[in-house]
Nanobody, 122 residues
C-alpha cells in the first residue's frame, strides 16, 4: 500500500505558475501509474493529467494541454504537476493518486492523497 502527500498549492494571480508535488511512501513508487485530479466546489472530480510508471507516456485533459506538465522522479518517489498560465477556472482542490492502470477514471486509482488547494485570482 502506498501513502501519498501533496504539497505546493496556494494562491496565485491569473497567469502565474505553481508546482505541485506528490511524495509517496510505503511501497515501490515505480510500480504505480500516477494521476493528478482536481475538484472544484459543486463539481465532480476530474482528471487533469496522468503518467505511466516509467514516465514515458502522459495524458492531459484538453483544458490544461500546453499549460500543465506532469512528471515523476522514481528515485525520489515523487510526482509533480507544473502549472503555468494559470486561469481562475483552474481553482480547485488538486489530488494525486496512484493506481495500476493508465486511465483517467478516478475509480481505477485506489490510493489518494489528502489534496492541496489551488486558488487562482483574476
Amino acid at each position: 500500500q502506498v501513502q501519498l502527500v501533496e504539497s505546493g498549492g496556494g494562491l496565485v494571480q491569473a497567469g502565474g505558475s505553481l508546482t505541485l508535488s506528490c511524495a509517496a511512501s510505503g511501497s515501490t513508487f515505480s510500480n504505480y501509474v500516477m494521476g493528478w485530479f482536481r475538484q472544484a466546489p459543486g463539481k465532480e472530480r476530474e482528471p487533469v493529467a496522468t503518467i505511466t510508471r516509467s514516465g514515458d507516456g502522459t495524458y492531459y485533459t484538453n483544458s490544461v494541454k500546453g499549460r500543465f506538465t506532469i512528471s515523476r522522479d522514481n528515485a525520489k518517489n515523487t510526482a509533480y504537476l507544473q502549472m503555468n498560465s494559470l486561469k481562475p477556472e483552474d481553482t480547485a482542490v488538486y489530488y494525486c493518486a496512484a493506481g495500476e492502470i493508465f486511465t483517467t477514471s478516478p475509480h481505477q486509482y485506489p490510493y489518494w492523497g489528502q489534496g492541496t488547494q489551488v486558488t487562482v485570482s483574476s
